[in-house]
């Protein structure tokens, strides 16, 4: 598996995976019209995904296809994103995506890291060492729970 920048092609599977990891892991957590909020089916697209933003470290997971993104920045000291496709679950995508971000916001000087976990991911989080802070609401909406991890 290959941890690096996605190319111009990928992200039309990059926005693919998105709303299949969402919709997958909506099913564990939240009702129906939550996780149709969260997935935004038809919704996404290349432009949604910040690769060419230098406040940014935006990388995609690769084995024989794109497995799972995650996107860091490290000046406001937080992982906006770690998702894994359903079919990719279980086999280590989402563990090196997060320990890339990680890598990378420590090389940059970053002491800790902050994130909103979905309700389905607290425990893969937990397993890597963030605490659960507070109960909150993302920016769309959705009952996440903010978590913080010292670098």
Known sequence: MQ?????PTELSAVAELHTA???AGGRRAYDESTTAAWAKRGERGPDDYPVDDPASHFVVAVTDR?????EV??????????YVHPDCERRGVGTALLAHVEGYARGRGVESLSLQSSLNAVGFYETACYEADAAEASPG????????KSL
């Open 21 to 23: 990891a969402a919709e």
């Open 73 to 82: 920045v490290p000046d406001a000291g937080e992982v906006r994103a770690v």
């Open 3 to 7: 941890v690096r920048p996605p190319t």
């Open 141 to 148: 909406g959705i009952e996440v729970v903010r978590m913080e």
């Open 66 to 70: 794109v497995c799972g993104f995650s």
